[in-house]
C-alpha cells in the first residue's frame, strides 16, 4: 500500500526531478519508549526519558519501491552511527535524503567522490 501510494505521488509532481538521478534514498528513524523489562536489550536515553527505548532507522528507495536497509536499535544509538551501515551503498547519480542528524564526514567524501546527491532537511 505504501508503495502504490508513493508511487502514485511522485509519478506526476516530481517524476521529471528524481528522473534526473539514478536512485532516490530516503533515510529516518523514529524512536518509541518501551517497559522498562526489556532496558538491557534496548537502553533508553535514561534520565527523567524511558530507561527503555527502541529506535527503527529504514533506508526507502522511492525510485525502485524498495526498503534497502531497515535496522531495530537501541534508541541511544545515534543516527550518525546507523549512517555509516548504509553508506557503502552509495552509487554514483543516486540522491540521498536524510536530515542532520545522519552527518558524517566520511560519507560527504563519497558521496562527492561518486558523483552522488545529498540533501538534508
Known amino acids: ?9 511522485f509519478k506526476n509532481k516530481y517524476a521529471e526531478i528524481f528522473g534526473k538521478f539514478t536512485s532516490v534514498q530516503i533515510e529516518d528513524s523514529t524512536q518509541f519508549n518501551l517497559n522498562e523489562q526489556v ?4 537502553k ?3 534520565g527523567s526519558a524511558s530507561k527503555s ?8 528507495n522511492i525510485t525502485e519501491h524498495t526498503i534497502n536497509s ?3 536499535v537501541s534508541a541511544v544509538v545515534p543516527d550518525q552511527t546507523l549512517s555509516k551501515k548504509v ?3 552509495i552509487k554514483k547519480g543516486a540522491l540521498w535524503i536524510r536530515d542532520l542528524g545522519y552527518f558524517s564526514i566520511f560519507d560527504m567524501s563519497a558521496i562527492i567522490r561518486l558523483k ?3 540533501y538534508r532537511g
Open 53 to 60: 527505548a527502541m529506535k527503527l532507522n529504514a533506508v526507502y
Open 87 to 89: 553508506s557503502k551503498r
Open 1 to 9: 500500500a505504501m508503495a502504490q501510494q508513493i508511487a502514485h505521488g
Open 70 to 72: 531497515f535496522d531495530i
Open 44 to 46: 533508553g536515553p535514561g
Open 116 to 118: 552522488a546527491f545529498f
Open 39 to 42: 532496558s538491557k536489550e534496548f
